[in-house]
């Protein structure tokens, strides 16, 4: 049956919908998503826990909590389902640099270490990176214990060192942990809070660290950040489905996603929009003229203060002279394909080493939009193996990698593979680097392609690079790439090319050539892939071979009376 949505919980509902405070749209759609669950779910807000959470202020140096922060609180620690279980035990916080964020991670743990929690032993581990990041909010707590205004009441009610604080009453600690496995030992977590996620490449230490959870009543966790450099990591996909939540497209199977972002690039010039990633700058005057003064200097210098737009804005920036693709188009890439069964395509094929990574793609255009559907493949024996920080056990499972545990890759894989996409499509050729053409001109030729002068096996030079990389760029500036609503190796390719200056005088000065030509290279050799994306800019240098299908017949006949004259 509905319940009535508590006062303090609508207070920051009314500043985001009477635009009070100036919000992004993830917050619009999570104030309405809440008055939704509460108008169709049984569930009910424990006001005298929230309270009593709320009347330990008096022990922070801040007093009262912001309106956001008490938002969140209340959702994540005080809302419950009829059976009695948390509504939203997994809260995903994404808040700009200087919010709160470990203030309000403080006072979660100090509220339900105590005795208002109600459950005995319900330890709060708090996990990062790093040592410092993972004890900056246990600090915030130690602080107020040796604060000689407190120090002798908290005396009576806490036990605490440097290590860890433990609640005489409940029997809970607080504890920091950061990644390695003597800090992982003997956890039994009520909740576990990982700080800065932003910083983990894949899930392997959020899995060790959430195993011990469900031994206490009401597990938790809370993942708190602002956004960082590394792409499609956990922070990546925990914003994905935060967002399709918020849209209604998935269940949330418990995530609270409170996400604060810019919507655009240019609302940063607005300084009124930047309580869209930061909702503590009404309260925090201070802090909205250090962000001003980092914004004159990112004006300067946007390449050397890409940090301001990264995490005080949540709006991550690249290194424009480092990135072949802006992440943003990357992500816009990351769509449903248009369907370009039975169209003309090429096939693309890359890799550096049959022991290492090897890509095949097929292109195909419809309505100027060039549609790319790939496969790659991983040899498990591959020296790089241990340099990965991609979670490729995963894409395997998932279907988007195929892991050969031979010597080297099997090139009849890559055979079978392209035979399916012959099935597919009407393939018109195949484009692949003249480095690899001997290794694999055999194996193309006995399933129909011909090579030489007249053939159908083009051979990539780097010149014939060079001269495509605009045509690559407007593709995606314009965003006409699609290769799949869910492709996260196409993006880890994309995401890990650079794009360099063609001549290599040019190079060793930084810049251009004298023609301004480039070319594309890995930003990390070993560790950092770019197979999937040169297959595709291998078959791009021959698309001016694609019909361009469109389903404007009278645009159709036209183009047929143009090309006829």
């Known amino acids: 049956m509905p319940c009535k949505i508590n006062s303090h919980i609508m207070d920051y509902i009314n500043q985001v919908e009477e635009g009070t405070i100036r919000a992004c749209e993830e917050q619009h759609e999570l104030v309405d998503y809440v008055r939704w669950i509460f108008e169709t779910e049984d569930i009910w807000v424990d006001e005298t826990q929230l309270e009593n959470y709320l009347s330990q202020t008096k022990y922070f140096p801040y007093e009262l909590l912001f ?26 916080l994404l808040v700009g640099r200087g919010a709160g964020k470990d203030g309000y991670i403080a006072f979660e743990s100090w509220c339900l270490i105590g005795p208002y929690n109600g459950i005995r032993m319900y330890d709060v581990d708090i996990c990062a990176n790093t040592e410092d990041q993972a004890k900056a909010p246990f600090e915030d707590v130690w602080n107020i214990l040796e604060s000689p205004e407190h120090t002798r009441k908290m005396e009576k009610h806490f036990t605490w060192n440097k290590e860890e604080i433990i609640s005489r009453e409940t029997k809970a600690r607080i504890k920091y942990r950061a990644n390695n496995p003597k800090g992982r030992d003997g956890m039994r977590s009520g909740i ?106 990112w004006i300067k210098s946007p390449n050397e203060f890409t940090a301001f737009m990264t995490k005080r804005m949540n709006f991550p920036q690249q290194d424009s002279e480092l990135a072949a693709v802006e992440w ?53 024996n591959s020296c790089d193996k241990e340099r990965l920080r991609v979670p490729w056990e995963a894409w395997e499972t998932e279907g988007k990698l195929t892991v050969d545990h031979g010597v080297e890759i099997n090139l009849g ?26 290794l694999v001109r055999d194996m193309l030729e006995r399933i129909g392609f011909t090579a030489g002068k007249g053939g159908n096996i ?8 060079i001269k495509v990389v605009p045509v690559v760029e407007s593709a995606f500036v314009s965003k006409r790439v699609a290769w799949g609503a869910y492709e996260p190796v196409m993006r880890w390719y994309t ?4 794009k360099v200056p063609a001549s290599a005088a040019a190079k060793q000065r930084a810049g251009a050539d004298s023609n301004g030509n480039y070319r594309y290279d890995k930003i990390e050799p070993k560790s950092r892939k770019t197979d999937g994306f040169m297959a595709m800019v291998a078959a791009l240098t021959q698309e001016s071979l694609l019909s361009d299908y469109c389903e404007d017949d009278n645009n159709s006949m036209l183009n047929m009376a143009v090309i006829t004259g």
């Open 413 to 438: 894989l890559m055979e079978n593979y392209i035979l399916e996409l012959c099935e597919k499509y009407n393939v018109i050729g195949v484009a692949l680097d003249g480095f690899r053409y001997a």
């Open 495 to 498: 995401n890990n090319t650079k």
């Open 192 to 297: 576990v809070v990982f700080n800065e996620i932003h910083q983990y490449e894949d899930y392997k230490n959020i899995n060790v660290f959430t195993t011990g959870l469900g031994k206490k009543k009401h597990p938790r966790r809370t993942y708190a950040t602002t956004n960082g450099d590394v792409r499609d990591g956990p922070l990546d996909q925990m914003l994905d489905t935060g967002r399709l939540i918020l849209k209604r497209e998935i269940p949330d199977n418990g995530m609270l996603p409170f996400i604060c972002e810019l919507n655009k690039f240019e609302e940063v010039h607005d300084s009124k929009n930047w309580t869209m990633s930061n909702p503590s700058l009404p309260y925090l005057p201070q802090l909205e003229e250090e962000i001003r003064k980092e914004y004159l200097d």
């Open 458 to 465: 083009y051979m990539v030079r780097p010149s014939d690079i």
């Open 67 to 92: 309106p956001w922060e008490i938002f969140v609180l209340a959702l994540h620690c005080c809302v419950y389902r009829a059976d009695g279980y948390p509504r939203w035990p997994d809260l995903f």
């Open 328 to 380: 943003d188009m990357i992500v816009a890439a990351t769509r449903e394909r248009p369907d370009t069964a039975g169209l003309d395509a090429i096939i693309g094929i890359d890799f550096m080493k049959t022991t290492d990574f090897a890509a095949v793609g097929a292109l195909t255009k419809r309505e100027a939009v060039f549609a790319w559907e790939s496969h790659s493949w991983f040899c498990f």
